[in-house]
């Protein structure tokens, strides 16, 4: 292991110290962090003296160990004053490995950034001398494991391709190949769809113009039926609390609320499915002061929407049943400021009105921030009672590729080892879930840029600042034990629960994954 740390402390140091220092670059990057300044973007700030990094040894042992060992502590008694030392050094670590590669590129970053139909232009890797960042298969045989071999494999194939050193990458990608398998192990799988979405993204990068504007074309990757995607979820939700742990969070906000309130209103953005739902409606039913009238309005962009309205219809019967007079509206359009008025979605008079996100919000997060920050200010105009929000706890918006890649690595490291506790290797639904759900969230963070780019995935600190910053403070979430009951019945020990200034976390062994959260306007206290 000694060797293994030695030598990814080499490599790191000796790429970063083969870059060349280019003033245009640099003036070129902090026009860009200027604009970003403009347009209400928080960007790393690098030092004034910053031109190589310096990583210590300790410093890549954490973040390698965090391939090996995902064990971390985590504080689960709801206050979050506590929480154990050693998680925090772990995470603080490797944070601070991710931050100075940030910080370094911000000066010196030769990766890729695509804005809209931009491309920017960049040196070759193999003229810096990248080539021989990475040892061969043979020399990695020699006492390095072949699964962080992996892992150095494909942060040197991301360097290359932020590099634009197509030729170098492709070599890699082969080298990654003989290893990489959606059958392996955790590792193996994980580094099979990171390796899919680099060669997505070698794709895109094969049809840059001279002028560096990307032609028009299509990625050779199959296609996912809409049906197959939709049944991957389900699986998802059937065989692990990741989703589960959401909805149950979303629907107890919401039954918090609406105590003592007689006619809901619930707008669901950019709804799919109905899995949610059913867990509300029975709540609501054993309310002790009876059942309230509801109406769901979903917003959704789904083209197919008969099976969505055939599970609405089937919802509504269920609600009767059990004494709740229920009325489902769906829109179908984008969410958009536009949409989102009182007059299109129907409001009335003397209904509690909640709106309810779970894992849409992020999908508004561009460059600039201001697509998100016009949908929050319409939501806020609508006056609800309550925001519930539940998204994925990672930091996948960064303005730099290399970083961005680093950080979702790790994260979905730890996602893939979940399900390898919870699911055989040859489980039919795992392999679902992977190739299905993960491996299409993996490739659209890791191949595209602009607009294209979707799943821009961001922190519950983060989420804290923009949602305050239109007008919004959280509630917090009263459900931890409810949470425990919850992951009791998946029968694995790996999933932790923490509480951090009001937000409700599932980890894998400590390390946060998603975020629940309920927010309601400032000063609107008084009204539960």
């Given amino acids: 292991m000694e060797g293994l740390n030695g030598w990814l ?9 083969i870059r060349r220092f280019c003033s245009a670059r640099v003036e070129l990057e902090q026009g860009e962090l200027g604009d970003a300044m403009n347009n209400d973007i928080e960007p790393f700030c690098p030092d004034d003296e910053i031109s190589t990094p310096h990583l210590a040894a300790s410093e890549v042992d954490d973040f390698v160990d965090s391939f090996i060992n995902m064990d971390y502590d985590v504080d689960d008694d709801g206050d979050g004053d506590d929480k154990d030392d050693r998680n925090s050094k772990k995470q603080q670590n ?20 695509i804005e809209g139909d931009e491309l920017e232009m960049s040196s ?12 061969s298969i043979e020399e990695a ?13 494909l942060l040197a194939c991301a360097e290359a391709v932020g590099c634009r050193d197509i030729h170098l990458a492709t070599s890699m990608l082969s080298q990654i190949g003989a290893s990489a398998t959606p ?11 990171f390796a899919t979405g680099l060669k997505s993204r070698l794709s895109l990068l094969q049809n840059v113009n001279g002028n560096g504007t990307i032609a028009n074309c299509a990625i050779d990757v199959p296609m996912i039926a809409r049906e197959e995607k939709m049944e991957a979820f389900q699986l998802l939700y059937q065989t692990t609390p990741y989703i589960a742990f959401g909805f149950m969070a979303a629907n107890e906000a919401i039954c918090q609320a609406a105590q003592g309130k007689g006619s809901l209103h619930i707008i669901d953005l950019g709804m799919k499915h109905t899995l949610q739902w059913p867990s509300l409606i029975r709540a609501l039913a054993s309310r002790p002061e009876g059942p309230p009238t509801l109406r769901i309005t979903a917003l959704t962009s789904d083209e197919d929407l008969v099976e969505l309205e055939a599970s609405m219809k089937s919802l509504v019967e269920d609600a009767s049943s059990l004494g709740i007079a229920m009325e489902f509206h769906m829109i179908s359009e984008p969410v958009t400021p536009s949409l989102l008025t009182r007059e299109n979605l129907n409001l009335r008079e003397g209904e509690s009105l909640y709106i309810n996100s779970v894992m849409h919000l992020h999908k508004y997060v561009k460059e600039s921030r201001g697509s998100l920050k016009a949908i929050l200010q319409a939501i806020k105009k609508l006056g609800p009672a309550l925001l519930t929000m539940v998204e994925q706890d990672a930091n996948h918006n960064g303005p730099f590729f290399l970083g961005r890649f680093l950080e979702s690595l790790h994260y979905y490291s730890a996602i893939f080892d979940s399900l390898e506790a919870s699911l055989p290797r040859h489980s039919p639904q795992r392999m679902k879930i992977e190739r299905l759900h993960f491996a299409e969230e993996i490739r659209n963070i890791v191949a595209y840029e602009g607009t294209d780019r979707m799943e821009r995935h961001e922190r519950a600190d983060q989420w804290r600042r923009q949602l ?3 007008g919004f403070q959280v509630m917090g979430l009263k459900c ?16 932790t629960l923490g509480s951090e200034k009001g937000c409700l976390l599932l980890g894998w062994k400590g390390r946060p994954l998603m975020l629940a959260s309920a927010w309601q306007l400032h000063n609107a206290s008084s009204a539960y």
């Fill in 141 to 153: 045989s020699h006492g390095v494991d072949q699964g962080l071999h992996l892992v150095h494999l």
């Fill in 183 to 193: 059958l392996g192990d955790s590792l193996q799988r994980v580094s099979y769809c």
């Fill in 468 to 470: 305050g910053r239109a």
């Fill in 480 to 495: 931890l034990s409810q949470a425990r009951m919850m992951l009791s019945v998946y029968g694995c020990d790996g999933y």
């Fill in 9 to 17: 402390y080499e490599s790191f140091n000796h790429d970063f110290a």
């Fill in 124 to 135: 070759s890797c193999e003229d810096l001398g990248a080539n021989e960042m990475v040892p």
């Fill in 94 to 113: 490797f944070h601070h490995f991710q931050d100075k590669i940030e910080a370094f590129s911000i000066v010196n970053d030769d990766s890729l950034m």
